[in-house]
């Protein structure tokens, strides 16, 4: 069975940093996009980055661009997001996800997790 599991969320102070990770099991990682979504209450599913099989390719939305940083390390079946300059706006749950034609769009992925909740607040 797959299952992708976020770790790392939490309260941090506007400005501060934080990073997310996602570890995969049950699939062929390297094969697969992987892309991080967030979603704060009362609002939709929004896209944060992706990162292509490789690691060399990455996008990002443009809500996070020149703040938020995707990655991955596939020896480990791992995805990470490392956020900066955080703000009350980034507060929300952080999906990861893993998709063969994953973009940044949510219908490309086929796996989800469950979420971490990320909080910024002083």
């Known amino acids: 069975q797959v299952q992708l599991v976020e770790s790392g969320g939490g309260l941090v102070q506007p400005g501060g940093s934080l990073r997310l990770s996602c570890t995969a099991s049950g699939l062929i990682f390297s094969r697969h996009n992987m892309g991080w979504f967030r979603q704060a209450p009362g609002e939709e599913r929004e896209f944060v980055a992706v990162v292509a099989r490789s690691g060399g390719t990455t996008y990002s939305g443009d809500s996070v661009k020149g703040r938020f940083t995707i990655s991955r390390d596939n020896a480990k079946n791992t995805v990470y997001l490392q956020m900066s300059s955080l703000t009350p706006e980034d507060t929300a749950v952080y999906y990861c996800?893993?998709?063969?034609?994953?973009?940044?769009?949510?219908?490309?992925?086929?796996?989800w997790g469950h979420g971490t909740q990320v909080t910024v607040s002083s």
């Open positions: 996800a893993a998709g063969w034609f994953g973009g940044a769009l949510r219908s490309q992925y086929d796996y």
